[in-house]
């Protein structure tokens, strides 16, 4: 978290390739909610272990929504990564998205994808990006979304010059949700839909996805609330029953509104599912859900809390159910059409 | 390819799970331009082995593009199918675009996604969709992009009907081109462009994408002239040096318009990069091969070539740079930006 990178090690040296490698750690990392964790990429604090359950304290090792950001010259960069499983990609998710990293560059104000870098083994080093014209820019790393970093370098030629990025002023917008939260299943890890988002505000985001287990349990909220975001936005519903909307939802919002009485609260309906035409039960399920998070928003509006936001589901894939893998994951252009819908209600409450 | 598919034989029952078993090839396959081929889903008739390069021969295996449709009221379609090759997925796109099966459903006049079965072996039996309404409806199944079929069985339940779908009356458009055309790297087979673009003509495709090796060869051009389509459209620009494409693509175009003095013929440019801003070298290679396409199209309309159309290609991925897995190929978000290009031309041309 450095401003500026210390010079690389002796032992960084890359004599045989003339590049110099830089730990990612001591560049600008987003993403980050607690300094405090067990291993650097964790997305929960040490303590967590403790609190939530297994699978919660397995799936906070992966690296979602973690980024790097870094200023260089440099005509090319190489990255050079350890990951944390073996399970590098998923059937219906590549292991682009999966484990690999993904590189964007600002220019003239604007985030532009610049490159990629796909795993294929547990340790990988991949350029990303050559033959560059050698200016000094901005650029983020998003880190893989469903596998867990150990090590990462950046290296680039000799000659250039590599620092991490200012810190920026904006406290980060936290999201919490499920596997389509955490990015599944993006092509890349840029185009999870809190990264799309993070872009188009130019805003750091926290994304703590959690897949198929984010039923907004009481510790959850405890650890949520010790976060001091710009706004929250509860995007969970996918992986809650009804009567967990029902039950939970209210103390969850309200946990987090006696931590932080004036903080923004979004709530998001669950997608309505790209066959939920033809796949009556779920559909019904969506709707049932929907209705129970609306009937909660009701009551903690009546309650007094302020600040709270809520976002239908009806459109947020779009219309012509093209936007998901399975009917439920979204792609890529699933997740630009959360983006566009989320991204512009953030932007009006961050202003 | 009969109207109508015979009783599934006795050993296709599966009575351990009540399903009776159809064999995809007695059902309409379309995206098959030759009969004699070698196997029943190869893309290329069997004499081809002996006319086009091994790399061109051996992904004619593949399946891209064919796609079976029935008509059933089947409330669950379970799909069991046995793969050519064992690598299931590629690093930048999922074994469910490259092995899997994709399903849609016409409801109202309009094709909508139904379901999908990813691939975890090289046979596989997945329920493609269930809990369906018992309603007669018709369907197509996508077959693997990126891999080929061995054998491929639809299920369903004793008491329900199907049947091979009508075969529509139209002729086909036949599709060249390169890795990006064969659907890399689209979620799932659907959502390749051509694939897209059959579903909003509602009109049958053939999907002639050879990853990699599409150069517009002299006796892949006499292999196309054999078909007898509703249009071609040529999309070969990412594959060729600026001189094939000047050398090649005017004898290419007149084989075919030799062989059909009328057919509508469609000339697409090579796709502005994603990161082509940032990449000059690349984008300098677009731009000149672009060029060079331009003025073969010109040469061919001043030697009285009609029925010549050509496509730009600057925004044949939107303008944001967030179409693209790796710069290059196309992510679900492409391919219905390039769907969203290139098929309201054709359905301009095809009126």
């Known amino acids: 978290m450095a401003a500026i990178a210390g010079p690389p090690s002796a032992s960084a040296e890359d004599s045989a390739k003339s590049l110099r490698w830089f730990d990612a750690r001591e560049l600008t990392v987003e993403g980050k909610g ?4 067990l291993a650097f990429f964790d997305r929960y604090p ?3 272990e403790e609190l939530v359950r297994p699978p919660v304290w397995a799936l906070s090792h ?12 440099a005509p090319a960069i190489t990255a050079r990564w350890t990951l944390r499983k073996e399970a590098l990609a998923m059937p219906h998710m590549p292991a682009t998205g999966v484990s690999g990293l993904d590189l964007y560059i600002k220019e003239q104000g604007r985030w532009q994808f610049a490159g990629r870098a796909p795993a294929r083994a ?12 050698p200016l000094k820019r901005e650029f983020i790393l998003y880190l893989p979304l469903y596998n867990g970093i150990k090590a990462l370098e950046l290296g680039i030629p000799g000659s250039a010059h590599l620092e991490a990025a200012p810190l920026r002023p904006q406290k980060p917008i936290v999201f919490y949700g499920t596997s389509i939260l955490q990015g599944g299943c993006a092509s890349r890890p840029g185009m999870a839909y809190p990264a799309i988002i993070g872009r188009y505000l130019d805003w750091p985001t926290i994304n703590l996805g959690f897949s198929g287990n984010a039923i907004s349990e009481p510790e959850v909220g405890q650890l949520l609330a010790e976060l001091d975001p710009a706004a929250y ?6 992986n809650m029953t009804t009567a967990q909307v029902t039950q939970r939802i209210e103390p969850f919002v309200q946990t987090l509104r ?5 903080t923004p609260i979004v709530l998001v309906e669950e997608e309505t599912y790209a066959n939920a ?3 009556q039960f779920q559909h019904e399920r969506c709707v049932r859900d929907n209705a129970a998070l609306k009937a909660a928003y009701a009551r903690l509006r009546k309650a007094g809390v302020k600040n709270l936001y809520y976002i239908p589901g009806d459109h947020l894939l779009g219309d012509d159910g093209e936007a998901t893998v399975d009917g439920v994951h979204p792609t890529d252009l699933g997740f630009l059409r959360m983006a566009e819908t989320i991204g512009p209600v953030l932007r009006r409450i961050l202003k």
Chains 1, 2 share one sequence.
């Open 62 to 73: 992966d690296s979602a929504g973690m980024a790097v950001r870094f200023v260089t010259d």
């Open 277 to 279: 035409r033809f796949v």
């Open 122 to 133: 547990v340790t990988n080093e991949f350029s990303l990006i050559h033959n560059r014209a």
């Open 233 to 238: 936005v509860l995007d969970a519903l996918p």
């Open 46 to 48: 040490a303590k967590a």
């Open 34 to 37: 607690w300094t405090n964790t």
């Open 258 to 262: 006696q931590a932080h009485p004036k």
